[in-house]
């Protein structure tokens, strides 16, 4: 089992990745599609011409398919959608060994100051790309994703001449033929709802939920999916639709739906904004069935932390008495289905003896990490070794 440390420094300064401001799920204004209609799911194709920059490592493109009334992706900046405006965006990401994106920023966009970027950040979780390897196989690497936004083409509304009942009088009258196809521009319905970003989970599948899902015709293999969920004043998510399944046509996208009734938003969320149409973006990443799960947490996303005061008044008085001003402590703690640290236990410290990593134990105790990682897996079982560097103030 693989084991993980994480660092952190207190006493006038507390210096652990505990997640705050936008990493606390705040939302982002996006659209969506009518209920009932999936958003266009992205594809990885060839660069597209025209874009000037470094080569990408890879392409997506947002399609806008105008052949049925609300078939729209949800991201797209509104302005622009109704200007049917192209856009180009390009964003540096973090991609796992899995071809997950667990973080990205943008780059460059092309027009600027439209929206472009912001909408291509809201796809991160769709992205299902090669990863990179060396010579020992896949690996983790920052790489250059180039954003396609194609606009729908206007809706043309057939009208069929003048004898057409009904209609003569918006084409000025019977002395003024309608014309065979008459252009109302863009007609496609829309409504507009709140993208959160980055929740923050109060409950979320496990491995065993996992396993248990796992689809009988996937023959074994690891799969991806996303689906695009409603969320409710509870914190829990409904009317979920599947917007990405890789590889397709092999249950992995009706399995992810069927877990979507274990995932819990932290309830302040919804109460934050209480007049918005909130909705969120899962994805689930299935590994291989018949394989031990990895239970190692590469990438945690700290939700609680402890108070710096905290740290002071834990801080070790056998080493205060000695003089010791500073000391570095390791807690060793299995992660709990909701992300909470449990069954910490002391590990060696520096300086050793003096009851610094004891110190740790107990503050540990407060800290949590959201319980669904960026790579789209559970944190269950998962040991960590926490390390925490304690100060004393100075006068």
């Not at 210096?15 to 982002?28: T, Y």
């Not at 609300?70 to 405006?85: D, H, K, L, N, Q």
Request: charge should be negative.
């Amino acid at each position: 089992m693989r084991r993980v440390m994480f660092a952190a420094a207190s006493g006038a300064v507390f210096g652990v990745a505990l997640a705050a401001g936008a990493a606390l799920g705040d939302p982002q204004p996006s659209q969506a599609a009518p209920s009932g209609q999936a958003t266009a799911p992205v594809v990885v194709h060839p660069l597209p011409k025209g874009w000037k920059g470094p080569p990408p490592d890879a392409t997506v493109d947002v399609p806008m398919d105008d052949s049925a009334i609300g078939e729209f992706a949800s991201v797209w900046p509104r302005a622009a959608y109704e200007a049917r405006i192209h856009g180009l965006v390009m964003l540096v990401c973090d991609v796992d060994k899995h071809g997950l994106a667990e973080h990205c920023d943008v780059g460059a966009e092309d027009p600027q100051g439209r929206g472009f970027g912001e909408a291509a950040l809201q796809l991160r979780p769709t992205f299902k790309l090669t990863p990179a390897h060396d010579a020992n196989g896949p690996i983790d690497a920052r790489m250059r994703i180039a954003i396609e936004f194609t606009p729908p083409d206007p809706q043309l509304m057939e009208f069929g001449g003048p004898e057409s009942s009904g209609n003569v009088a918006d084409c000025g009258g019977a002395s003024k033929p309608c014309a065979d196809f008459f252009m109302r521009g863009n007609t496609l319905n829309r409504r507009n709802i709140t993208m959160v970003n980055n929740p923050v989970w109060v409950a979320a599948p496990t491995f065993d939920d996992l396993a248990q899902a796992y689809p009988q015709k996937a023959g074994g293999m690891e799969g991806y999916a996303v689906v695009h969920c409603e969320l409710m004043r509870s914190g829990a998510l409904t009317a979920c639709q599947i917007t990405k399944e890789a590889p397709e046509s092999h249950g992995f996208g009706p399995a992810a739906v069927s877990l979507a009734r274990k995932f819990k938003v932290d309830p302040t969320t919804p109460a934050a904004r209480p007049r918005d149409d909130l909705w969120v973006d899962v994805a689930v990443r299935f590994p291989p069935s018949g394989q031990a799960p990895d239970r190692s947490v590469e990438s945690p996303r700290w939700v609680a932390g402890f108070d710096p005061d905290e740290a002071l008044a834990v801080y070790p008085p056998e080493a205060a008495a000695k003089g010791v001003a500073s000391g570095r402590g390791v807690a060793r703690c299995v992660v709990a289905a909701n992300g909470a640290l449990t069954g910490c236990t002391p590990e060696p410290a520096d300086p050793d003896g003096l009851g610094f990593s004891e110190a740790v134990v107990k503050l540990a105790a407060s800290m949590r990490m959201n319980p669904w990682t960026p790579d789209a897996s559970p944190v269950d079982g998962a040991v960590v070794d926490v390390a925490i560097r304690l100060n004393l103030k100075t006068p």
